[in-house]
């Protein structure tokens, strides 16, 4: 069976409490984000994510539109995940290390999606891999002393 997702993993000079508070604030994905897709968070949407929050952002992919998302999985300061209408699955794993960093893992998640095979078939997984690297080495130099 096809692997349906791609991920990177990085190492953040931060606490996994720094970067939750982060990834668990719309307003703030456009600093981090390296599809240069996310715009901004809708107005009206939650300040801050918790399971089952819903949230709007502001996309461009050449053309400007609007994403709902809905957090689908959430453990405090470990693990954020949110989906958009097609069900597939935009995931944050964080794990702490001794010295005060965070191994960081994004993962785009087509597994759940309602027809995977039209994800298979696109250009999307590449691309999603391109961005998360990107994204992941963003992240990296936000959190740099």
Known sequence: MRKRQVSATRIVAAPPEKIFELLADPSKHP??????????????????????????????????????????????????????????????????????????????DWSTARIPLLIDLSFFPRKNKQAIDKTLDRLVKLFQA
């Open 31 to 108: 600093l981090i984000d390296g599809s240069g897709t996310v715009l901004a968070a809708q107005n009206g949407g939650p300040e801050r994510l918790t399971l089952g929050s819903r949230f709007g952002m502001d996309m461009k992919m050449g053309a400007n539109y609007k994403i709902l998302n809905t957090v689908v999985e959430f453990d405090e300061n470990r693990l954020i995940a949110w989906r958009h209408f097609n069900g597939h699955r935009w995931r944050w794993q964080l794990k702490p290390l001794e010295d005060g960093s965070t191994e960081v893992t994004e993962t785009f």
